[in-house]
């Protein structure tokens, strides 16, 4: 426990909202070490993205802990979370539209260093340079605009905004969702050739498994604002527990031709977060459901390789 | 059931914008038979969607411009036809799915009216048969029928999207054109309307064009495959042809630039540099800067089809090695 980098404990988002309150992570534990990457993975609406953003209090949580080398983060000060930020990074979806317009890369990227108050203009100017060569963006570019850049660019300015302050922590909030398949490959090359050199740990969110099965070393499955599986990236494709993560896992298109699977079509949408069902949250989809996942909610127990929330595996 | 319905021969379309030309089709020649389903690949700007809207003479009338070419359907240039008889042949004839079902449908419309609308606009039915008609569709597409008063905001996103199935399948259109229609959808909701467009092209038979970045989406679904690049197709053939012995350098690197979800890879092989920029394409082959095979010949002669087999084509110098001739 004590080991890891991060360790997250009973963290719960809810927003008010007219019709009640949306429950958008609802009670989620897990831990990440050192170098390691953590695949967040789910369907829109299912809290990843809040999960990741909580963390960093960018929206505060409404309960729970995060501890960081030991510290809880949620109980900093002003001060010391104006620090501590420049270790806990994060790098935005879009790239086109978490980049200022009016600003250059070189302003985009100097911007993170000066609000820390580190070094003067000309240290500045070289560290943005030293963090450009290292996220591949030729020195040409330095007085380049956001909209002269294409898609795989920006994304590069936005990892090189998050890294200059040396993180040893990154949210990673679906960064190649965005772009071309050429491109992503190109970006994930680069985030893990990072990792090796640097030793960072990522948070990965995304909703494709085969771009998080490629980077992650542990994934974790949301489903309605809960964790309902989380094990080693091996062992989840290998043999998934959960009747969501399975679901899931069959309905990915596989670019390869006479692949025999049994595809497992859900029925009906996701339930909405704002009053969720009682029991367990996908009883409503699922195909094993019974009298049991009604009334009880099912835990995140152990259950061989892996954890898993479900009745079924206990 | 081999009979050609669509034959796209040599089109080239041209944007204008500040002055440049924009080359966004190049020399584009393609078929599609009846009931047959032909899958459209390329990144972004390879021409894909421009396509498309040549078929249906919906391009911008403004900036585009086709410069050449014909676009046959049952033997008709859709090109020469009048404005009027474009609009009795899009969606009678040739209907699309539009990519984003958020934005597609009239928000102030219910869906039911809006599939009757189609319905009526084509054929001459009183309102009432048309209603049941359209409560038909819904039922088709897995719709209740008791929904056909509400408004698109009260649907989910596959849901949407079902409903611009049903509109565009309303008419019973010969050919139908699929503009990334699971893009905007989660892997489960994209795994239903895949589904559901495969049982419906089983039952009414229609020949299908589907728009698409996925390759995994055109393994579910397409029996012909056209890789896009700058505006050209590259390479053209059968699925398992285009997945199992493909030839050229670039589809090469789009296969392996998606992560293998049956294997470990420790990096992933990717091409290098970006596709070109549209005002100013490369000469010769258009692929040859990014190309790890170019040669001297790449850069200065535009590649000639090269035919693999009957069905197989490929845009390559490197795959000179045998002609239709040859082969028949």
């Known amino acids: 426990?004590?080991?890891?980098?991060?360790?997250?404990?009973?963290?719960?988002?809810?927003?008010?909202?007219?019709?009640?309150?949306?429950?958008?992570?609802?009670?989620?534990?897990?831990?990440?070490?050192?170098?390691?990457?953590?695949?967040?993975?789910?369907?829109?609406?299912?809290?990843?993205?809040?999960?990741?953003?909580?963390?960093?209090?960018?929206?505060?949580?409404?309960?729970?802990?995060?501890?960081?080398?030991?510290?809880?983060?949620?109980?900093?000060?002003?001060?010391?979370?104006?620090?501590?930020?420049?270790?806990?990074?994060?790098?935005?979806q879009d790239p086109y539209s978490s980049l200022n317009p009016r600003m250059s890369v070189c302003q985009l990227i100097e911007n993170s260093l000066a609000v820390n108050g580190i070094g003067d203009s000309s240290e500045r100017l070289e560290r943005v340079k030293e963090i450009m060569a290292v996220v591949g963006l030729e020195q040409r570019l330095l007085n380049s605009y956001p909209h002269e850049l294409d898609g795989g660019r920006r994304q590069r300015v936005g990892i090189a905004r998050a890294l200059v302050l040396n993180p040893s922590f990154i949210v990673m909030d679906e960064p190649v969702s965005a772009l071309?398949?050429?491109?992503?490959?190109?970006i994930l090359n680069l985030l893990m050739k990072l990792q090796d050199e640097k030793g960072y740990a990522y948070l990965f969110i995304s909703h494709n498994l085969s771009?998080?099965?490629?980077?992650?070393?542990?994934?974790?499955?949301m489903y309605l604002g809960r964790i309902v599986e989380i094990s080693n990236y091996q062992t989840l494709f290998k043999n998934p527990k959960h009747p969501y993560t399975k679901a899931?896992?069959?309905?990915?298109?596989?670019?390869?031709?006479?692949?025999?699977?049994?595809?497992?079509?859900?029925?009906?949408?996701?339930?909405?977060?704002?009053?969720?069902?009682?029991?367990?949250?996908?009883?409503?989809?699922?195909?094993?459901?019974?009298e049991r996942c009604n009334a009880e909610e099912p835990k995140l127990k152990s259950c061989g390789d892996s954890f898993v929330a479900c009745h079924l595996y206990e | 059931m081999s009979e050609v319905l669509l034959d796209i021969r040599g089109l080239s379309v041209d944007y204008r914008s500040s002055g440049k030309d924009i080359h966004a089709v190049r020399d584009l020649s393609l078929y599609v038979k009846s009931g047959e389903t032909l899958g459209l690949v390329g990144e972004t700007g390879a021409g894909k969607t421009t396509t498309a809207l040549s078929i249906l003479g919906i391009l911008p009338e403004v900036s585009a411009r086709v410069r050449k070419g014909e676009v046959l359907f049952c033997d008709d240039d859709l090109l020469l036809k009048k404005a009027k008889e474009m609009r009795s042949i899009r969606g009678q004839d040739i209907a699309m799915i539009f990519q984003d079902p958020m934005t597609s449908l009239d928000p102030v419309m219910t869906v039911g009216s809006q599939i009757v609308e189609m319905i009526r606009l084509h054929s001459a039915v009183s309102k009432k048969e048309a209603r049941s008609i359209a409560e038909g569709m819904l039922e088709l597409v897995g719709i209740k029928k008791e929904r056909f008063d509400d408004y698109p905001h009260q649907f989910s996103g596959g849901m949407k999207q079902r409903v611009g199935i049903a509109i565009a399948l309303s008419c019973n259109p010969k050919l139908l054109i699929a503009d990334e229609p699971t893009t905007a959808l989660d892997v489960t909701i994209q795994a239903q309307v895949l589904e559901l467009m495969k049982d419906l092209k089983r039952k009414y038979d229609t020949a299908l064009i589907l728009i698409t970045h996925d390759l995994g989406v055109v393994a579910e679904i397409c029996s012909k495959v056209a890789i896009m690049y700058a505006g050209?197709?590259?390479?053209?053939?059968?699925?398992?042809?285009?997945?199992?012995?493909?030839?050229?350098?670039?589809?090469d690197g789009l296969f392996n630039s998606i992560p293998d979800?049956?294997?470990?890879?420790?990096?992933?092989?990717?091409?290098?540099?970006?596709?070109?920029?549209?005002?100013?394409?490369?000469?010769?082959?258009?692929?040859?800067?990014?190309?790890?095979?170019a040669m001297e010949q790449c850069s200065e002669e535009v590649p000639p089809v090269f035919y693999v087999n009957d069905s197989h084509y490929v845009r390559c110098h490197k795959c000179g090695f045998t002609t239709k001739e040859a082969v028949e």
């Not at chain 1, 789910?42 to 505060?60: F, H, N, P, V, W």
Request: net charge positive; with cysteine; glycine share 8%.
């Open chain 1, 1 to 92: 426990m004590s080991n890891s980098l991060l360790d997250v404990r009973n963290l719960k988002k809810y927003f008010p909202t007219k019709d009640g309150l949306l429950y958008a992570v609802d009670d989620i534990n897990f831990s990440l070490s050192q170098g390691e990457t953590l695949g967040l993975v789910g369907e829109s609406g299912c809290g990843k993205s809040t999960t990741g953003r909580a963390i960093l209090r960018l929206s505060e949580p409404t309960a729970g802990e995060v501890f960081y080398k030991g510290e809880n983060v949620l109980k900093c000060g002003k001060q010391r979370m104006k620090e501590l930020r420049s270790e806990l990074q994060i790098v935005f």
């Open chain 1, 180 to 186: 071309d398949v050429c491109i992503q490959a190109q």
């Open chain 1, 211 to 221: 771009v998080v099965k490629h980077i992650s070393d542990r994934i974790a499955v």
């Open chain 1, 248 to 290: 899931l896992l069959s309905a990915i298109p596989i670019p390869k031709l006479g692949r025999k699977r049994n595809r497992i079509v859900l029925k009906g949408d996701v339930p909405s977060p704002i009053n969720p069902p009682s029991g367990c949250r996908f009883k409503g989809r699922c195909p094993y459901a019974n």
């Open chain 2, 232 to 251: 050209e197709i590259i390479e053209y053939g059968t699925v398992e042809e285009v997945f199992n012995n493909h030839r050229h350098p670039y589809t």
């Open chain 2, 261 to 293: 979800i049956d294997s470990d890879q420790s990096q992933l092989s990717v091409i290098e540099g970006l596709a070109p920029d549209p005002t100013n394409i490369p000469t010769g082959c258009s692929f040859h800067p990014r190309c790890p095979y």
